[in-house]
């Protein structure tokens, strides 16, 4: 493996998540893919809790509060269909890509990551107005999944 790419896996419970990112720059818009029961799905793209725009209490929660409010559920799934994030996060031939994936129902992803390092997955596509949170997504910060039923 050169010191110029490298390539990062991650398998969790049946999700898995790769991307590949040039050394000092970590990865871009597109480069990952969200991939479920062996498929790939769509890019993933990572986006911090912080780009999200919601009030500070909100900000500060994590995905382990994520999973059992549904207030909180509701915030970033709304956030996360903001015209305006997704403009700021995806390039001009990602958002051509999602209108081109219209008949197949495929969106794209964000990775959201939260201030302790834990993460949720919100899918995105033209058939809803918000985000969607990807049920069984929702991850510790050091990787390991959280249940979504209390």
């Not at 509060?65 to 700021?88: E, H, W």
């Not at 993460?119 to 991850?139: M, P, T």
Request: hydrophobic letters at 40%; one cysteine or more.
């Amino acid at each position: 493996m050169s010191n110029r790419s490298r390539w990062c896996c991650l398998a969790l419970a049946g999700f898995l998540v790769a991307h590949t990112a040039i050394a000092g720059e970590g990865p871009r818009p597109g480069d990952a893919q969200y991939v479920k029961g062996g498929h790939s799905i769509g890019p993933l793209i990572e986006v911090p809790v912080d780009k999200l725009g919601l009030n500070p209490d909100a900000r500060e929660r994590t995905a382990h509060q994520f999973v059992r409010d549904k207030n909180l559920q509701g915030m970033v799934a709304t956030a996360a269909g903001s015209s305006d994030l997704i403009m700021a996060v995806t390039t001009p031939e990602e958002r051509r890509a999602l209108v081109d994936r219209r008949s197949s129902s495929e969106g794209f992803f964000f990775n959201v990551v939260f201030h302790d390092g834990s993460s949720v997955v919100i899918r995105l596509d033209l058939d809803h107005a918000n985000g969607r949170y990807e049920r069984g997504s929702a991850r510790s910060a050091t990787g390991v999944e959280l249940a979504d039923e209390v």
